[in-house]
């Protein structure tokens, strides 16, 4: 009986941590999507619109999003290109360095020399390691998005006669930055379908690039859309941020929030 009674204890506590796990996600998920669907009534009244610890934790994780989009963008390059490129051998030294001391067994180029000039390499891997090595610019490319935007939104604000502080602009700019995973989701989708769809031989690096671009070409209007409905769901938080958190008109935020979304527009085309 004592066994029974623990074992139903702790399957007692197990559902009430499940719940209160479910409960915990349940508001998270609602917080969030008042912040994107009602931003004025969530800059005016969840205590989550006026921190900005939180608007720090939301750039961070839309940073980290970019970046694992990226390693996932390489993903797709290895898994779908399946062709090789004939390069030279980067193990392997100049040509004339082997002409001059290839043949000298004793010479400590002999080694490398004897490596073939020219080698053939996996086109998919390649692509693979080239997006890794640019992987910081996911972080650095969000971080500088909001910051740019955050000092325009306040600027603006002031002069349209507003208030609020620096930390405002920096909470509402953060929270206009989730929008970016629709156009991240959607541009990795593209990009799949359209190598996946493509004949790419890569008989030379010449080929393979415009082989590659003429797959891209396709993918051009759906990652425009993308962007438009991005930078309009953009504008649509900025503008009810800064409605409430700079207490300027909904005709002045609009504005303010117009010139950051065509400053992004530009940027995108």
Do not use: K
Not at 24 to 47: D, E, I, K, Q, W
Not at 71 to 93: E, Q, S
Not at 129 to 138: D, F, I, K, M, N
Not at 237 to 265: F, K, N, P, Q
């Amino acid at each position: 009986m004592s066994l029974q009674r623990d074992v139903r204890a702790l399957l007692a506590s197990a559902r009430s941590a499940l719940t209160t796990v479910l409960t915990t996600v349940r508001s998270g998920l609602g917080t969030v999507r008042t912040a994107l669907v009602r931003p004025r009534r969530f800059f005016s009244s969840s205590p989550y619109g006026d921190s900005l610890a939180v608007g720090l934790v939301v750039v961070l994780l839309v940073a980290l999003a970019l970046t694992a989009g990226i390693l996932a963008l390489g993903v797709v390059f290895d898994a779908t290109i399946d062709a090789t490129v004939t390069m030279d051998n980067p193990d392997r030294p100049d040509d004339w360095v082997c002409e001059q001391l290839g043949d000298d067994a004793d010479s400590p180029m002999y080694e490398t020399c004897q490596e073939p000039a020219q080698i053939e390499r996996d086109l998919g891997s390649m692509l693979r390691e080239a997006t890794s090595g640019v992987l910081h610019y996911g972080l650095l490319g969000v971080g500088i998005w909001w910051l740019l935007a955050a000092g325009a939104v306040h600027v603006g604000a002031r002069v349209a006669g507003g208030g609020g502080t620096v930390g405002d602009s920096l909470t509402v700019a953060a929270w206009a930055l989730v929008p970016e995973l629709l156009r991240l989701v959607v541009g990795i989708a593209s990009i799949y379908h359209a190598i996946e769809t493509a004949t790419i031989d890569a008989a030379s690096p010449e080929a393979f690039r415009d082989e590659l671009l003429a797959a891209f070409a396709g993918i051009e209007t759906p990652l425009l859309a993308a962007s438009l409905v991005t930078i309009a769901w953009q504008w649509w938080i900025l503008r009810g941020g800064i409605t409430e958190r700079h207490d300027v008109s909904t005709l002045a935020a609009g504005t303010v929030a117009g010139v950051v979304a065509i400053v992004a527009l530009l940027i995108a085309a």
